[in-house]
């Protein structure tokens, strides 16, 4: 339960930011498909299975650079996304057949894996933050909304930071707090979006929700299967470039963040399996360009909750 609500919690929240950053391309009921069918299949298929995939802040940094570049070139967005997709698993199968992820276990040391994880902390506060912020900024968004939005942000992880606190606190006794703080991000999240609705509701405020479609079914109006052939074929092998810079992406988040599921501290019994925690997602990768769904890599935050 406390591992449904911590994959849920990020799924929801990067498909909500990847649909503002794609102009609703793709949005958060692909990132849930995404997120829960690429988990099982990792889970079942991967080395190490006790790591988590999902959706990263530099991938979807990655994805939002991508479709503003297609915008400006006048390129056809989920049919390039396929093309850099399918160039990305090819490259990280022959990584995964080449043994590749040794030069991880070999050359990086807890220092490296220490900034990693610092990084991707630091990408998951500054783009909360930025689309915090840019509310002041948007005239489409009233004052009073764009306040609640940021008091609700600020109480939700204020809230969720008290109850986190628990475990080591006097209060109640050793289950109840460790109850509380495990699940402190989940109360937090649901008591402060009550409040905001209510209060919404009370002084008539019109706030943006996320918007889901009423059947699984992709957000924009299009079949499941992108029609990779609309994309130029200059642009098709132009997409090999930019996947070798995701793919690089790509591959150190997946490695480093399983180096750090790995580690001594963690006392795994299960032995370590890099080469095919790799193919499996290199598999989900082909797969998922196709549909013009979320590349998924080895969570780090999540992971290591795990």
Request: hydrophobic share 50%; aromatic share 12%; with cysteine.
């Amino acid at each position: 339960m406390f591992m449904f609500f911590a994959c849920l919690a990020p799924a929801v929240a990067f498909g909500s930011l990847l649909s503002l950053k794609t102009n609703g391309a793709m949005g958060a009921l692909e990132m849930l498909l995404s997120t829960s069918i690429c988990g099982m299949v990792y889970s079942i298929f991967s080395g190490q299975p006790v790591t988590i995939i999902g959706s990263t802040g530099p991938v979807l940094a990655f994805t939002a650079i991508m479709y503003s570049t297609c915008q400006e070139m006048a390129l056809p967005f989920l049919s390039t996304y396929a093309w850099v997709g399918l160039w990305t698993s090819g490259i990280l199968f022959l990584c995964a057949l080449t043994s590749t992820s040794n030069l991880v276990i070999r050359y990086l040391t807890r220092f490296t894996d220490e900034i990693f994880a610092g990084l991707i902390s630091v990408i998951f506060i500054a783009e909360a933050m930025k689309n915090i912020l840019s509310l002041l900024f948007q005239n489409s968004v009233s004052g009073a909304a764009a306040l609640l939005s940021i008091m609700m942000a600020l109480s939700t992880c204020t809230f969720a930071m008290k109850l986190s606190g628990l475990r080591n606190s006097p209060y109640f006794n050793k289950k109840t707090r460790d109850l509380l703080a495990d699940f402190g991000p989940t109360i937090s999240i649901i008591t402060c979006t009550v409040v905001c609705a209510w209060v919404a509701s009370r002084y008539d405020i019109a706030l943006g929700f996320l918007s889901l479609p009423d059947k699984i079914a992709p957000t924009t109006a299009r079949p499941w299967l992108v029609d990779i052939f609309q994309t130029p074929v200059w642009a098709r092998w132009g997409a090999a470039i930019p996947a070798v810079m995701v793919s690089i992406l790509m591959f150190f988040d997946q490695n480093i963040t399983t180096r750090l599921v790995n580690s001594k501290d963690n006392k795994m019994k299960k032995g370590y399996g890099y080469h095919a925690d790799l193919l499996v997602v290199a598999f989900n990768t082909l797969v998922f360009s196709m549909l013009g769904m979320p590349w998924l890599v080895a969570a780090t935050v999540r992971s290591v909750n795990h």
